[in-house]
Structures are given as C-alpha cells and as structure tokens.
C-alpha cells in the first residue's frame, strides 16, 4: 500500500497486512508529522468489471470421423462434405476435411490450390504441419487431386494391411480436430476401402431426382462386408439430395426412404442453384449466399450432425 504524506508528501510504500486494523494515525519519517492514517490511504483499486464469459471452444466427446460416401456419382457428396465441414467449423468445432478423391473438388470449392495433401502425408513426404493446411477459421484441408495415385500405388504394393493406410497416417493428427469429415470418389476402389477402415460414420447422400434407391442397395451391401472385418463403421446419416417439391417422384422417393430407414433420414437438401454456382467462386454456400435454401439446408444438417437444435438461431 502506498501511503503519502499530508505535510511533506513523501511516499511509504507499507505492507498493509503489517498495519494493525485499530491503528488510526501514522508518523511521517521524513517530517515527523503525524496524519490520520485513512487521510492519505489510497483508493483501493477499482474491482474488475465483470466480463461475459467468452464460450469455450466447441468439443466433441474424441474425434468423430464421419465419412460422406456413395459408390453413385453426382449426387452430393463433395457439396456435402465441404459444407457441412464448413458448417461445423463455424458453429465454433475444430474440423478436418479429406478429400480422398482424384477430383481434387474440395480444395476447388474452397478456392484453394494446395500443393500437397493425403498422399505426400501418408508417403511421408511431408510432414502434418505441412500436408494439412488451413482453409477457413476452424477448418482445414488434407487434400485429393490427381496425386492420390500415388496413393493408391502404395495401397496396392503393401502386402497385408493396405486397407490400414490412411488411418495409420490419419489417426496421429485426430486429436486436434473435433471431426475429421472424408469425401469420398464415386466408385468402389481402395481408397473408398481405406476410407471404410477409418470413418466410424457414413453419411450417404442420396438423390431424389433420380431413382437410385438400387445403387443404395449396392452400396449397403458393400458396408455389410466391410463390417465383417470392422464392426465401428455403420451407416448414420442418409441424407436426400436435390429435393424438387415441384415434382412428385421426389416427395414420394423421400417418402419412400422416411419409411425404410426412419430417423436415419435426415431433412432433405433441395435442388438450389446456389448451391452449384458457389464452387465456381471458391466459396462455401454460407459465404456465397447465407440466405438460400442451400445454406439454410446444410445448417439443418450441421443441427442434426451436431445433435444440438441451438445451433446458427
Ligand atoms: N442441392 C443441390 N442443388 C443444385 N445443385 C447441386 C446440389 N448439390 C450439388 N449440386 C451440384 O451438382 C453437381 C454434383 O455435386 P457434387 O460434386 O457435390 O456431387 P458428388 O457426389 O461429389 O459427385 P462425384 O460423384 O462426381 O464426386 C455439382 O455441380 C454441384 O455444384
Ligand atoms: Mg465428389
């Protein structure tokens, strides 16, 4: 405590604590004056004002890894995985997307170019810090493209164990992430198997504007063999893709999967012509047009992924 004299204002600098509380004055070394002790006590500081307690960091329970797969192509997949890895980020989650296809599409969508990705980290050409980079707050890529055939060559060369590749060079990174998303080629190869070998949870994008309940089937029956193998990937999510509620097919199709599947089938994403024209500017459909059926869709999903109905109100 800093005490000042009243008379010659020499400073004391006293421990308060020293001090006994029914003292009442003091004596001044310097002039030898006395003062009452409370005249020259300074004002306490000022307590801090109470701030809003900033929310902590979203967290899941450990690392979902949710992979966005259907062996049918064009039905949603990349749209998919972009945005609602994007959605997840925003809504305050730490979140990894992988891209596993030659397409390279998820870097395009969020107008990057990267140089490096999944196969340079599973070569271990590059290290983590290098392969993964940071596509947006809380969002970061592992990117596909045409290098993944390197990839795959190494898959093919490995004796036992290949379907292992990715999650052994994923899984060390899992712990800085909340949810690792994977978007997946069309098709059946082994990176889809290695795909399968790492996801716990599969969201399958399902179109509603083309019967391909058939191509579902197909693709049900390849998780089943899968599940042979690796009982922790199961199916969670179906999520109905380009829903035109000007045609009736796609209300009955819907209709049709509500029934078979139940509370798997998540709220359909509607045909919006937002949606296709936001990869041309590299952006994902919050930041292209926040307004649009698109966005407001994919954060109907983010709500039901997430299982928190709070989220983006
Ligand atoms: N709900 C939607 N409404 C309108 N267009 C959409 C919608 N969803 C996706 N698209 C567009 O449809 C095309 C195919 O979508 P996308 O690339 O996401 O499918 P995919 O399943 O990943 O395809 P592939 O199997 O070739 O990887 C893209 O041009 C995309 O912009
Ligand atoms: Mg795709």
Redesign the pocket.
Known sequence: MLIICPHCKKQHNIDEKRIPPSVKMARCQGCNQQFPLEFSRQAPPAAPKPVAPTPAPKRTNGVRRIGVSLSK????????AVNLAAGLAMAGFRVLLVDT?T?G?SAFMLGLKPKAGLTELVAEELPAAEAVIPARKNLWLLAGGKGLAGLKRIIDRKDFGGEQTMADAITPLETAYDYVVVDT??GWDPLTVNVLFYVNELLT?VSLEVMSLQGFGEFLKSIAAIQKYRKEVALKYILP??RDQRVKQSDDFFAQLKKLYGPMVCEP?????R??EA?AYGQTIYEFAPGSN?AHDYRELIRKVAGDPTLFT
Not at 73 to 80: A, Y
Not at 269 to 273: C, K
């Open positions: 192509g064009g039905v949603g997949k990349t749209t998919t296809d397409q599409q080629s069309p994008p893709t380009f994403i509607r045909y919006n012509v949606l296709s990869p698109g």
